[in-house]
C-alpha cells in the first residue's frame, strides 16, 4: 500500500502553546480520510504542515512522496486545497478568483469548471466582497475540484454551505475519488464523515487518538444492547465489560465492551430470548467519547 | 423618537474606536499647522519680503492652483496663503473617512447587524457619525484656532481659520453620508467622497487660478468657479483679509441638505443594500492576471496610479516655483541655507540647489509609495490570501518577488514623471533646468527608496508582527537623519545611516554612478535576505 500523505510524531510549538504534541497520520493513496477533532485539537496546524506553510519542530512528514516544506511548489501542483476560513481579493470577482488559482496550480478544466458552477450554483460574475460565507466556501471548492490532482486537502470546507450544496459536495468528493484521488477531509458534520471517509483520525491537544476504519474504531468502544427473555436475566452484572446495566427480571439495558461480546452473547443465549437489539455506537458518541476524557484515560480504557 | 434609540450608545462605541485615530489627524494637523505658521515668520519676518513673495507667488498660477489666494501682506494673511487650501483637504478627508468607517463599513461587514438586532433605531447609526465627526470637526477647528493664536496672531482671523475648517469638514461629512448610503461597498463610498474631494480641489484650483489680480499684486479675488465648490468658501471667508463671515453659513447649508438627503435614503433601502448596487465583473480572468506578478499588479493598481498621478501634480506645483524661487527668494539668506541643507549641497544656482532639495522629497515619497505598496505582503498574510496563493504552485520567493517588482516599477515611474512634470512647469514658467535632467534626477531617487524596499522586506521575512512598525519608523528615521539631518544639525555619522544622504544633489552637481550602484547593491542585498528568512519561517497570522 502506498501513502499520500505520512506523518509520525509531528511536534509544533507557537511560543509556549504546544499545538501539536507528536501526532501521527497516514492516509493511504485512494482513500477519504476524516480528520476529526473539537476546535483548538491541531486539525489546521496539521494541514498547515502538510501544505508546507509551517515547519514542524519534530516529527517526519511526507507528502505524495516529498517533504512539503522543500518541495512546497511541486507538489503544490500535485494537489489542491480548500480552507475552512476562505478569505478572497474583495475587488476580484469568483469567477476571476477561480481562474487565477487554477492557473497558478498548473491549469484548470474550463468544462469542469462550468459544469461545478452550475452543481454548487455560484454566480461567477459577482465580486468577491459581496459573497456570503457560503458563497466563497463555493468559490474555493469549484477552484480546487476544477483542478485534475491527486489530493485534495480540505479544512472543514462545507461549515457554510446548506444541505443542498452538502449533497453537491458529497458527489463532487465520491467523483474525484473514482478517478482515484486522495481526500483529507477535516470535518464537524459527522455525518458526513460517515458517508464519505473509509478511514478515520482523531485527534485531540494535537495526537492521534484513535485512526482506523470506522469498524475498526467500532470496535475499540462499546456496543449498546437491550434484550428481552421470556424468563429472569441473572448474572448479567457479574460479566466482565458489561457497564451502566438497567434491569427489571426479564428485560435489561447495558453497554457492553466490543472485545466482552463474545462472553456475554453466550451467557445470552443460556436464557430464552425474545428479542435483542444491538447498536454500534455512532461516529459522533465515538467522538464524545473522546472529547470528554484525557487522553492518558483513552489509553488506559482501552 | 425610536429611530433615534440607541444613538447615544453608538457614539461612544464610534468614539471609543477612534479614540487614537481622530486625535491622531487633529493632532498632526496641528502640528502642521504650527510648523506652517513659524516656517512663514522665520522666512518672512518682514511685511517687505512677504511682499515680493506675495508678487511672486500671485503671478504664477500653477502657485494659486495648489494654494489657494493670497488676501493680503500681513503676517496672518501670508500664513492662510500658505496652509488653509491643504488643511481643508486633511479636514474634508478626515470627516469622508470617519462617516463611511461608522455607517456602510459597519454594514458591509455584517457589524451593523448585530447592532441592529439589538434596540437601536434606524436612524441611529448615521445620527451617531454624524455626531461623533461634527466633535471631531468642532475640535479640529479649535485645533487650528488654538495654534494660530498661540503663535501671537490677532484672534479675529484665527477664528475665521479654524471655523472654516470645521464647517470645510462638516460639508464633507455630509457629503460621505450621502455616500454612504448610495454604494454597497465602503471602498467605493470612501472612493466617490475621496474623488469630490479631488475634483472640489481641482475646481476651486482653476477658479482662484482664474482669479483677479489686484494692482498691487498683494491680493487675488478668485473667480466664480471657486463659489461652485466646497472646498473653495474656506477660502472665500477670507482669514486675515477682511473675514467674510457669512460665507461659513454655505458649508452649514450643504451639511444640511446632505443629511435630510441622507437620512431620507436610510428610510427607502434595506440594510446592506445600496442605491447604486455593485456591478458584476468578468466570469472569468483575462490572461495578465494569471500569474503572480498580474495578480500583485491587480492587487496595486489603483494605488499605484493614484500615487503616480499625485507625483505628477506635485512635480507640476514644485516646477512652477522655480522661477518664484530665484526671483522672490535669491535674496534670503536664511532660505537659501535651509535649501543647500536639504539638498545636501551647496553652490551658486538656486534653483538648482531648490530643485535638487525637492528631488530628495520625491524620494522620500517614492519611499512611502514602496513602504505601502510592500505592507501588502503582510496584510495579504494576515488575510489569509497568501495561505491560498502559497498553497498552489507558487514559490514564495516568487510570491514576494512579484510584489516587489511593482513597487519598484511604480516607484520609478513615479519618480521620473514627477521630475518630467516639474521640468515641464518649468519650463512653461520661463525657466532651462531641463525636462530630461529633472526627470533623470527624479530616477536618481530610486536607489534610495530600492533601499527602503530592501529593509521592508527583511523587516517582513525576519518579525513580520513588527514590519508595519519597523517600515514606517524606518521611513522617518531617514527623513529626519537624510532629509533634515543637516538642519537638525545631526553628526555626519547619523546622516549616512540614511540612503537620501547619499543621493547626488542633482541637478546642483554631477550625477555620478558610484553612490547610485553602491544603493542599489545594498538594497538587493536586503531584499535577498529577506527573502530567505521568509523561505525559513512559519507563515503567521
Known amino acids: 500500500m502506498t501513502y499520500a500523505i505520512s506523518a509520525t510524531g509531528l511536534t509544533k510549538s507557537f511560543g509556549r502553546s504546544r499545538a501539536l504534541n507528536g501526532l501521527d497520520l497516514t492516509v493511504a493513496t485512494g482513500e477519504v480520510h476524516g480528520l476529526l477533532g473539537p476546535n483548538g485539537a491541531g486539525k489546521s496546524t496539521t494541514i498547515r504542515v502538510l501544505l508546507g506553510m509551517l515547519r514542524a519542530d519534530a516529527g517526519e512528514v511526507q507528502v505524495l512522496g516529498g517533504d512539503p516544506w522543500r518541495d512546497a511548489v511541486a507538489l503544490h501542483r500535485r494537489l489542491a486545497y480548500v480552507p475552512g476560513d476562505v478569505n478572497l481579493w474583495p475587488n476580484l470577482t469568483g469567477g476571476e478568483a477561480i481562474d487565477l488559482f487554477g492557473d497558478l496550480r498548473g491549469g484548470l478544466n474550463p468544462a469542469r469548471r462550468k459544469e461545478l458552477e452550475e452543481r454548487f450554483q455560484l454566480d461567477p460574475t459577482k465580486r468577491c466582497r459581496t459573497y456570503s460565507k457560503g458563497n466563497r466556501q463555493k468559490v474555493a471548492l469549484v477552484a480546487a475540484f476544477s483542478s485534475d490532482v491527486e489530493l485534495f486537502v480540505l479544512d472543514e470546507p462545507t461549515s457554510g454551505l446548506d444541505p443542498l450544496m452538502e449533497a453537491a459536495f458529497q458527489q463532487t468528493v465520491r467523483e474525484v475519488t473514482a478517478k482515484g484521488a486522495t481526500v483529507l477531509l477535516s470535518s464537524h458534520i459527522f455525518s458526513e464523515v460517515e458517508a464519505l471517509c473509509s478511514r478515520v483520525s482523531i485527534i485531540r491537544e494535537g495526537v492521534t487518538v484513535e485512526s482506523g476504519t470506522l469498524s475498526e474504531l467500532r470496535h475499540l468502544t462499546r456496543t449498546t444492547i437491550t434484550v428481552e427473555a421470556g424468563e429472569p436475566l441473572t448474572g448479567l452484572a457479574g460479566l466482565p465489560g458489561v457497564h451502566d446495566l438497567e434491569a427489571d427480571t426479564t428485560r435489561a439495558r447495558f453497554d457492553v465492551d466490543s472485545t466482552a461480546l463474545p462472553a456475554v452473547l453466550a451467557h445470552l443465549a443460556t436464557f430464552d430470548v425474545r428479542a435483542l437489539t444491538s447498536q454500534p455506537p455512532t461516529l459522533e458518541e465515538l467522538f464524545m467519547r473522546h472529547y470528554g476524557q484525557e487522553p492518558a484515560e483513552i489509553g488506559a480504557s482501552r | ?541
Not at chain 2, 471631531?136 to 488654538?146: E, R, S
Not at chain 2, 487660478?209 to 461652485?228: H, I
Not at chain 2, 455593485?278 to 493614484?306: K, Y
Not at chain 2, 491560498?388 to 518577488?401: C, E, H, K, N, S
Open chain 2, 1 to 541: 423618537m425610536s429611530a433615534y434609540a440607541g444613538t447615544g450608545r453608538l457614539v461612544r462605541l464610534a468614539a471609543r474606536r477612534d479614540r487614537i485615530q481622530l486625535p491622531i489627524w487633529i493632532l498632526a494637523s496641528a502640528a502642521m499647522m504650527s510648523a506652517g505658521t513659524s516656517a512663514v515668520a522665520d522666512e518672512f519676518p518682514t511685511e517687505a519680503s512677504r511682499i515680493t513673495a506675495l508678487q511672486g507667488a500671485g503671478s504664477s498660477p500653477a502657485v494659486l492652483v495648489m494654494r489657494g489666494v493670497p488676501v493680503g501682506s500681513d503676517l496672518g494673511a501670508l500664513v492662510n496663503f500658505r496652509n488653509l487650501a491643504s488643511i481643508l483637504v486633511v479636514v474634508a478627508l478626515m470627516s469622508t473617512f470617519a462617516v463611511v468607517r461608522h455607517t456602510r463599513q459597519n454594514e458591509e461587514t455584517g457589524r451593523a447587524e448585530l447592532i441592529g438586532a439589538g434596540a437601536v433605531g434606524r436612524h441611529a447609526p448615521l445620527t451617531a457619525a454624524l455626531v461623533l465627526v461634527f466633535a471631531a470637526n468642532v475640535l479640529f477647528g479649535a485645533a487650528m484656532t488654538g495654534t494660530i493664536l498661540a503663535s501671537g496672531l490677532p484672534a479675529e482671523g484665527a477664528l475665521a481659520f479654524g471655523a472654516a475648517c470645521a464647517v470645510t469638514g462638516l460639508a464633507f461629512a455630509g457629503i460621505a453620508g450621502v455616500a454612504a448610503q448610495l454604494f454597497q461597498g465602503a471602498r467605493a463610498a470612501n472612493g466617490f467622497a475621496a474623488s469630490a474631494v479631488g475634483v472640489f480641489y481641482l475646481v476651486r484650483g482653476i477658479g482662484d487660478a482664474l482669479g483677479e489680480r489686484s494692482a498691487d499684486g498683494l491680493t487675488v479675488t478668485p473667480s466664480w468657479l471657486s463659489w461652485l465648490s466646497p472646498l473653495g468658501w474656506g477660502g472665500l471667508v477670507r482669514p486675515y483679509g477682511q473675514e467674510r463671515w457669512w460665507v461659513l453659513a454655505l458649508p452649514l447649508v450643504l451639511f444640511a441638505v446632505c443629511v435630510a438627503a441622507a437620512f431620507a435614503l436610510v428610510d427607502r433601502r434595506d440594510l446592506g443594500a445600496g442605491l447604486i448596487p455593485d456591478r458584476p465583473g468578468p466570469a472569468h480572468a483575462s490572461r495578465g492576471l494569471l500569474s503572480p506578478l498580474g495578480l500583485a499588479w491587480r492587487l496595486n493598481r489603483g494605488s499605484t496610479i493614484g500615487w503616480v498621478i499625485g507625483g505628477a501634480v506635485f512635480g507640476l506645483g514644485i516646477g512652477s516655483l522655480g522661477k518664484t524661487v530665484q526671483d522672490a527668494l535669491g535674496t534670503n539668506a536664511g532660505v537659501v541655507e535651509m535649501m543647500e541643507g536639504l539638498a545636501g549641497s551647496g553652490g551658486p544656482d538656486l534653483v538648482a540647489i531648490f530643485f535638487a532639495a525637492m528631488m530628495n522629497t520625491y524620494g522620500a515619497l517614492a519611499a512611502g509609495f514602496v513602504i505601502q505598496a510592500l505592507l501588502r505582503l503582510r496584510s495579504e498574510e494576515v488575510g489569509g490570501t497568501a495561505e491560498a496563493v502559497l498553497a498552489t504552485a507558487v514559490g514564495r520567493v516568487r510570491w514576494v518577488g512579484s510584489h516587489v517588482a511593482c513597487a519598484v516599477a511604480g516607484a520609478a515611474v513615479m519618480l521620473v514623471l514627477a521630475g518630467a512634470f516639474t521640468g515641464l512647469a518649468d519650463a512653461a514658467s520661463g525657466g532651462d533646468v531641463g525636462v530630461l535632467t529633472l526627470a533623470g534626477a527624479g530616477l536618481a531617487q530610486l536607489p534610495a527608496a530600492l533601499v527602503v524596499a530592501g529593509v521592508v522586506v527583511l523587516a517582513f521575512g525576519g518579525l513580520p508582527r513588527l514590519a508595519v512598525g519597523l517600515a514606517w519608523g524606518m521611513l522617518v528615521l531617514s527623513i529626519a537623519c537624510g532629509l533634515f539631518g543637516d538642519l537638525f544639525g545631526l553628526p555626519q555619522v547619523v546622516r549616512d545611516l540614511s540612503p537620501f544622504t547619499h543621493v547626488p544633489a542633482i541637478p546642483a552637481v554631477d550625477p555620478s554612478a558610484t553612490p547610485l550602484l553602491a544603493l542599489t547593491a545594498v538594497a538587493v542585498a536586503l531584499t535577498a535576505a529577506g527573502m530567505a528568512l521568509f523561505r525559513r519561517r512559519d507563515l503567521a497570522t
